[in-house]
Nanobody, 124 residues
């Protein structure tokens, strides 16, 4: 049974940092590209960042480029999202998702497995 479990969310002031983690089990993790999405109230789920199965390719939404960094440790079956210089507009539930593909996709519909999400709240 495939499981993705996010952790690391919380409440932080604007300008602060958080590090999200996505722990995977039940799959050959090194064969999966992993993506972070986020969804705020009343809005559609949006792409944040993605990383290829080997970690050599990454992709970021323009809104987070230069502030967020995605990384992975295949030995530990984890993907991390380091979020710096957080803004109130980053407030959302953050989800990790996985799919077996080398290329990086930004559409939520293309991902096979999802975590339950972790809340990130940035106060002004």
């Amino acid at each position: 049974q495939v499981q993705l479990v996010e952790s690391g969310g919380g409440l932080v002031q604007a300008g602060g940092s958080l590090r999200l983690s996505c722990a995977a089990s039940g799959l050959t993790f090194s064969s999966y590209a992993v993506c972070w999405f986020r969804q705020s109230q009343g809005k559609e789920r949006e792409f944040v960042a993605a990383i290829s199965w080997s970690g050599d390719l990454t992709k970021y939404a323009d809104s987070v480029k230069g502030r967020f960094t995605i990384s992975r440790d295949n030995a530990k079956n984890t993907v991390n999202l380091q979020m710096n210089s957080l803004k109130p507009e980053d407030t959302a539930v953050y989800y990790c998702a996985a799919r077996t593909a080398y290329n990086l996709y930004t559409s939520p519909a293309t991902y096979d497995y999802w975590g339950q999400g972790t809340q990130v709240t940035v106060s002004s």
